[in-house]
C-alpha cells in the first residue's frame, strides 16, 4: 500500500460521524471512543475492540478498572470503496453504524460483541428510516483477498482465517466459532482458495488461551 495513500475522510469528520449516530439512534448514551484508520485491517472493513470483557472484575479498591476499547476501520479497503463509488463516504457510515451497535452491546448490554438477535434487531430499527444500509456481511471479496498473504484453517470446523501479516499463532490462538485448533495454509492454498462472504467485522473471535489479557475482536 502506497504510504501516500490519505483516509478518506478526516479523524475530526469521522468524529462528527460517530457523534450524530449516537444522538440519532442511541440516544446519546454510548461513551467516548477511540476513532482509528487501520493500514493493518485488510480482512474486514470494520472492527470493535476492547482489551477485557465488558464486566471486567473489581479491582483492589473497589472499582471497574477502565477498559481501552476502539473502533478500527479499513483504511485500504474503504479508500478504494470511496475511489471506486460516489456512494463511499455512505459505506463509511453504515460501517461505522455497524462497530456502533457492537459498541452498544459491549457498553450497554455488558455483552461480548456478536451478531446475535440483539445486534439484528437493533440493525433492523436502524435501517428503517432509510438513512444507512448496515449489514453483517461486505462485498470487498475480490479486495481482501487481493490483501491477504497468510490463512490458516480451523481442523475442526474448517472456518478459513486470512491476514496480510502472519498475526495468527496457532500455538496461541483457536478458532472462535469452535474453539478448535487451527493449522496455517500453504501461501499457494491463500490465493487458490475460496471462502463464502466475508463478516464486515471480524466475528472471527480469536482468544488467546495462554495469555491472560486478550483482545476480543470482532468484525
Same mark, same amino acid.
Given at each position: %500500500? +502506497?504510504?501516500?495513500?490519505?483516509?478518506?475522510?478526516? +479523524?475530526?469528520?469521522?468524529?462528527? %460521524?460517530? @457523534? #450524530?449516530?449516537?444522538?440519532?439512534?442511541?440516544?446519546?448514551?454510548?461513551?467516548?471512543?477511540?476513532?482509528?484508520? @487501520?493500514?493493518?485491517?485488510? +480482512?474486514?472493513?470494520?472492527?470493535?475492540?476492547?482489551?477485557?470483557?465488558?464486566?471486567?472484575?473489581?479491582?483492589?479498591?473497589?472499582?471497574?478498572?477502565?477498559?481501552?476499547?476502539?473502533?478500527?476501520? +479499513?483504511?485500504?479497503?474503504?479508500?478504494?470503496?470511496?475511489?471506486?463509488?460516489?456512494?463511499?463516504?455512505?459505506?463509511?457510515?453504515?460501517?461505522?453504524?455497524?462497530?456502533?451497535?457492537?459498541?452498544?452491546?459491549?457498553?450497554?448490554?455488558?455483552?461480548?460483541?456478536?451478531?446475535?438477535?440483539?445486534?439484528?434487531?437493533? %440493525?433492523? #430499527? %436502524?435501517?428503517?428510516?432509510?438513512?444507512?444500509?448496515?449489514?453483517?456481511?461486505?462485498?470487498?471479496?475480490? #479486495?481482501?483477498?487481493?490483501?491477504?498473504?497468510?490463512?490458516?484453517?480451523?481442523?475442526?470446523?474448517?472456518?478459513?482465517?486470512?491476514?496480510?501479516?502472519?498475526?495468527?499463532?496457532?500455538?496461541?490462538?483457536?478458532?472462535?466459532?469452535?474453539?478448535?485448533?487451527?493449522? #496455517?495454509?500453504?501461501?499457494?492454498?491463500?490465493?487458490?482458495?475460496?471462502?463464502?462472504?466475508?463478516?464486515?467485522?471480524?466475528?472471527?473471535?480469536?482468544?488467546?488461551?495462554?495469555?491472560?489479557?486478550?483482545?476480543?475482536?470482532?468484525?
Amino acid at each position: %500500500m +502506497s504510504p501516500r495513500q490519505s483516509p478518506p475522510v478526516t +479523524s475530526q469528520h469521522l468524529i462528527q %460521524m460517530w @457523534s #450524530e449516530l449516537n444522538g440519532r439512534y442511541f440516544a446519546g448514551q454510548l461513551l467516548p471512543i477511540n476513532l482509528v484508520w @487501520s493500514r493493518r485491517l485488510t +480482512s474486514s472493513v470494520g472492527m470493535f475492540v476492547s482489551r477485557r470483557g465488558p464486566r471486567p472484575r473489581l479491582g483492589r479498591d473497589g472499582l471497574r478498572p477502565p477498559t481501552k476499547r476502539e473502533i478500527r476501520l +479499513s483504511l485500504p479497503l474503504l479508500h478504494q470503496v470511496v475511489q471506486r463509488s460516489e456512494y463511499g463516504e455512505q459505506e463509511i457510515v453504515s460501517t461505522l453504524a455497524h462497530e456502533m451497535i457492537h459498541q452498544w452491546q459491549f457498553d450497554i448490554l455488558k455483552r461480548r460483541p456478536n451478531h446475535g438477535a440483539n445486534f439484528l434487531r437493533k %440493525m433492523t #430499527e %436502524m435501517n428503517r428510516d432509510g438513512a444507512l444500509a448496515i449489514t453483517i456481511y461486505h462485498s470487498l471479496q475480490k #479486495e481482501v483477498l487481493a490483501l491477504a498473504r497468510f490463512a490458516w484453517r480451523c481442523r475442526q470446523c474448517g472456518r478459513v482465517y486470512r491476514r496480510q501479516r502472519r498475526t495468527i499463532q496457532p500455538r496461541r490462538h483457536h478458532c472462535g466459532v469452535c474453539r478448535g485448533l487451527l493449522q #496455517e495454509l500453504n501461501p499457494s492454498c491463500v490465493i487458490r482458495g475460496k471462502q463464502g462472504a466475508l463478516l464486515q467485522c471480524p466475528s472471527e473471535w480469536l482468544s488467546s488461551r495462554l495469555v491472560p489479557l486478550t483482545w476480543f475482536l470482532c468484525d
